[in-house]
């Protein structure tokens, strides 16, 4: 009887695996302080305990939530919350065109959808500093960004064409566990309109003094982090309701007992 | 079930298309109506007449056009900053939804009320568009403070700060949400903002006016510009109105 219990039980646990995938495929991201490359005063920043996505969010996954609600669907979406570019990759509601693969990260969505994902699942879209904080790791270090290695990998990602239509976890995992921060697509952040650079070089020549309160004292720490300036300037230049070809997202989740 | 699953999205379809006047598509200026199959079987292909579709054979659905003006009272848009749900207090204390505000112009700009650089500047701008409106357009009009920080501008604070920089009329309505609720408004706005200190924000100086639907027609970026753009665009949309 106990055997059966038990075999119950691991059976549930197996079974459940794969209905909430994303629940299970979460690692636990020790929290700490770090410099980013734009900071408050250019001061470290504290990032406390969470947990995050292994992978990036795939269409598969997004399906499912579209089925659970409707809303969110490309028909149905209201324009408030997503441009006409939202899940362009769809053939309609509920399927994915042809040549898209439900393993590849969901694309073509909009920050406000993005977010109501991972408050659908108990979970919100990591701030900018929680991202920056587990993607300065590669696979055997926890801040590689002094090494060249580190850099020059990212760069050449960002060189290459159509990354987007990969599946999820064929880049190395970083040292926390987590796949696919580089290497795949680009990840909305909750606060991603919090970077105060415009990303459009002519109106950040001048400080920008102008369009934006206090920008004086928003500077970046480390210029030679090329990777990094680049996304925050696209993060500086989207607005929630874009939806674009190579931005996806995944979520994470507060930690709420004390280590 | 197999049944279900097709009636059921078609209902759904039609609901909505009945329901409301906005569209996806963008041919509104055309004068030629559209059609398009209703399951999309070929995407978003669309046909100049009626017919069936060479797909699944249902009969083809004529695409609305998007026509605003004729959205009565009770409909609000796709784009309407009034499918906002979320709560927020006035500085008179009252819970209200951004959709209290419908039937007015909406002149709107996100400030918070320790800061001493450019808020006091916004504020000048805000009250200064104001200044440039007759009287007599001024009840067809509010203008809507939204605090960037909703855990310091308390209604109190906001109600103080309204008395302090003599803008407690009628017309003046000072907004607390709350963090999530600040962030998605914000971005509904293409504001930026991000907190440098305990006390302090950095933040985009934005104007954005709406209409009595809650959609934005004019948005004026940077501080002590020109605001006659902005000016004009208010006095076309409390003209028509009253």
């Not at chain 2, 054979?57 to 026509?67: I, S």
């Amino acid at each position: 009887m106990k055997t059966k219990a038990f075999s119950l039980i691991i059976f549930c646990c197996v079974f459940q695996t794969f209905l909430f995938a994303q629940t299970e495929g979460m690692v636990y991201i020790e929290g700490s302080r770090y410099l980013p490359l734009y900071g408050r005063d250019s001061t470290v920043v504290e990032v406390n305990d969470f947990k995050m996505d292994v992978y990036p969010v795939t269409n598969k996954e997004f399906k499912q939530f579209v089925e659970k609600f409707p809303k969110w669907q490309k028909s149905k979406v209201i324009k408030l919350f997503a441009d006409d570019s939202y899940l362009s990759n769809w053939k309609n509601d509920l399927e994915l065109k042809d040549t898209e693969n439900p393993d590849s990260p969901v694309t073509y969505v909009s920050w406000f959808a993005a977010k109501a994902y991972c408050e659908c699942q108990g979970k919100r879209l990591p701030t900018v500093d929680e991202w920056e904080y587990v993607a300065m790791a590669d696979e055997t270090t926890k801040d590689a960004r002094v090494k060249p290695s580190y850099n020059e990998k990212i760069l050449s990602w960002y060189e290459a064409p159509r990354s987007n239509e990969n599946l999820i976890g064929q880049t190395p995992k970083n040292i926390w566990g987590v796949y696919d921060l580089h290497g795949l697509v680009w990840e909305w952040t909750l606060d991603f309109n919090s970077v105060l650079i415009t990303g459009e070089s002519r109106k950040d020549v001048d400080k920008d003094s102008n369009l934006f309160c206090g920008s004086a004292s928003v500077n970046a720490t480390d210029l030679m982090n090329y990777a990094a300036f680049m996304r925050y300037a696209i993060r500086g230049s989207l607005k929630a309701k874009y939806a674009m070809k190579n931005l996806g997202f995944r979520c994470v989740q507060d930690v709420n007992e004390k280590k | 079930m197999k049944h279900l699953k097709i009636i059921f999205p078609v209902l759904l379809l039609i609901m909505t298309l009945s329901s409301c006047n906005s569209n996806k598509s963008d041919q509104a200026s055309d004068d030629i109506a559209v059609y398009q199959c209703p399951m999309k079987c070929e995407g978003e292909k669309t046909y100049p007449e009626a017919g069936s579709c060479p797909v699944c054979k249902m009969d083809l659905q004529p695409m609305e056009t998007e026509n605003s003006k004729e959205l009565s009272d009770q409909d609000i848009s796709e784009e309407s900053i009034f499918n906002l749900t979320s709560k927020w207090h006035t500085e008179e204390g009252n819970e209200i939804q951004l959709e209290d505000l419908k039937g007015k112009t909406l002149v709107m700009v996100m400030i918070y009320t320790s800061c001493k650089a450019a808020c006091p500047r916004l504020v000048a701008d805000m009250r200064n568009i104001e200044a440039q409106i007759p009287e007599a357009n001024l009840d067809d009009l509010r203008f809507v403070l939204v605090s960037i920080d909703p855990k310091i501008d308390t209604p109190e604070r906001l109600k103080a700060f309204a008395k302090e920089n003599m803008m407690d009329g009628e017309q003046w309505t000072f907004l607390q949400g709350t963090e999530s609720s600040v962030q998605e408004f914000a971005n509904v706005l293409a504001v930026k903002y991000k907190k440098i200190s305990p006390i302090d924000f950095s933040h985009s100086n934005i104007i954005s006016v709406f209409n009595s639907q809650g959609e934005l027609i004019h948005q004026q970026e940077g501080l002590g510009v020109d605001n006659k753009e902005t000016v004009e665009a208010i006095l076309q949309l409390t003209q028509g109105q009253s």
